[in-house]
């Protein structure tokens, strides 16, 4: 037997090493995931009828807590490019029936909702397109994003409606 040889040990010394590092890789995987915040975050066209309220056309945002940990909605922002991006704040602080306000705490399964009324001559989407989305280039690199008290940030395409809206808009100029 050569003297000089290296001892590496027995397999089932090395078998338990590894399962004992795999198990501490998983331990804090899992710590790390149950106390992530998770949305569910949409940006579509909505057409809200009631009783006795007049029917309306709404941008609708809307978040739901898909995870264990609360959070609080902070804002709602805006984002065009890529190089060089561009950023806005849509406001929604007030409340009313179709707007939760912001901030808006929601806890583990809670949803909100923020609606910004579109008028018939669709008003919003025209300043839209007039003032941040300028091109068909910004069109294609739209965002919405939802930021959170707890520093996550959920970004979403709009829906092909409102695309649909703003693409229409470039064909009028």
């Given at each position: 037997?050569?003297?000089?040889?290296?001892?590496w040990?027995?397999?089932?010394?090395?078998?338990?090493?590894?399962?004992s590092?795999?198990?501490?890789?998983t331990?804090?995987y899992?710590?790390?995931?149950?106390?992530?915040?998770?949305?569910?975050?949409?940006?579509?066209?909505?057409?809200?009828?009631?009783?006795?309220?007049?029917?309306?056309?709404?941008?609708?945002?809307?978040?739901?807590?898909?995870?264990?940990?609360?959070?609080v909605?902070?804002?709602?922002?805006?984002?065009?490019g890529?190089?060089?991006?561009?950023?806005?704040?849509?406001?929604?602080?007030?409340?009313?029936?179709?707007?939760?306000?912001?901030?808006?705490?929601l806890?583990?399964?809670?949803s909100?909702?923020?609606?910004?009324?579109?008028?018939?001559?669709?008003?919003?989407?025209?300043?839209?397109?007039?003032?941040?989305?300028?091109?068909?280039w910004?069109?294609?690199?739209?965002?919405?994003?939802?930021?959170?008290?707890?520093?996550?940030?959920?970004?979403?395409?709009?829906?092909?409606?409102?695309?649909?809206?703003?693409?229409?808009t470039?064909?009028?100029?």
């Amino acid at each position: 037997m050569n003297e000089s040889a290296v001892n590496w040990g027995s397999v089932a010394d090395w078998v338990s090493g590894i399962g004992s590092l795999a198990a501490v890789i998983t331990a804090l995987y899992l710590s790390h995931w149950s106390q992530r915040v998770r949305l569910a975050f949409s940006c579509r066209h909505m057409a809200v009828v009631g009783q006795g309220v007049p029917s309306q056309d709404l941008v609708l945002f809307s978040a739901t807590n898909i995870g264990s940990r609360s959070t609080v909605v902070r804002n709602i922002t805006m984002r065009v490019g890529f190089l060089r991006p561009r950023y806005a704040i849509v406001m929604l602080h007030h409340r009313d029936l179709c707007c939760a306000g912001i901030p808006k705490a929601l806890s583990d399964g809670e949803s909100a909702d923020w609606g910004i009324p579109l008028n018939e001559e669709k008003t919003w989407i025209k300043d839209l397109s007039k003032d941040f989305v300028a091109t068909k280039w910004d069109l294609l690199t739209l965002r919405f994003q939802i930021h959170t008290s707890n520093g996550s940030t959920k970004s979403v395409r709009p829906a092909l409606p409102i695309r649909n809206m703003l693409k229409a808009t470039f064909q009028s100029k």
